[in-house]
């Protein structure tokens, strides 16, 4: 077991959680898998949307913009990063079977080049980009859309205007041209603080993006959505049913104070 999950999970038994009515929450995946160690399991998911599915309202992130606060239960919605085949083997019969929408967020070169975007990635080393193919008949299903994730998975606040347009706007349209489908979302590659400034949210609005994802933890309030500062809650396999629940209900944002003075 990884000792900083140990630490977190202690510290999360004494952590008084906020309310969650009023908020979006955003769940980050990456992988469901049963052969590969360090990925979120099947039956785990499982369990995991079934859950969701009881005590929550899954939205399509597409539809942020006409979200209101006339829902009776808190909002949640769930976002794949980078494009692994196993999206498509495990994750999506068990959204088709109950029947919950998720947003893939498509690194391009990955997909559409077969750059190995995930080499330096030593979770996720082995696995296999999605094919054209599959996310075709992933988008076909209804319920999953797709975002960018950058051309090369670039933290953006580290490169000049040509690398911003490439990494945000000819994504953008690689993706549309290749799926005949609009892209209204993107979802910063690393995702911290520092690795987006204001310079690279400006390409963000000048190619017509409507809401963009960071990997700062915590949830949103509806009523004042920043919509290119929307933050997330990471989900993976360290995470037992009960470190589910509390991330989800709370009592795991003590994380987003901790994120925040690792920035100052």
Known sequence: ?????????AISLCYSCSGRNGKLIILTYHSVNPQNRYSVKPEDFEFQMKYLKDNFEIINLNEIERVNLNYTKPLVAIIFDDGYEDNYFYALPILKKLNIPATIA??????????????EWFFYKDLNPLKKDQIKKMLNSGLINIASHGKTHQK????????????????????????????????????????????AIKFLEECDYKIACTNMWGVNKINSLDRFYLK?????????KRDFVDKINGKWDFI?????????
């Open 1 to 9: 077991m990884n000792i900083k999950h140990i630490i977190k999970r």
């Open 106 to 119: 498509i690194t391009t070169d990955f997909i559409l080049n077969g750059s190995l975007i995930n080499e």
């Open 156 to 199: 953006l606040s580290f490169l000049n205007e040509q690398q911003l347009k490439e990494e945000v706007c000819l994504s953008k349209n690689l993706l549309e041209e290749a799926f005949s489908t609009k892209i209204a979302i993107f979802v910063y590659p690393f995702g911290q603080k520092k690795d987006f400034d204001p310079h």
């Open 232 to 240: 997330r809650i990471e989900i993976n396999y360290l995470d037992n």
């Open 256 to 264: 987003a104070c901790y994120q925040n003075l690792k920035m100052v």
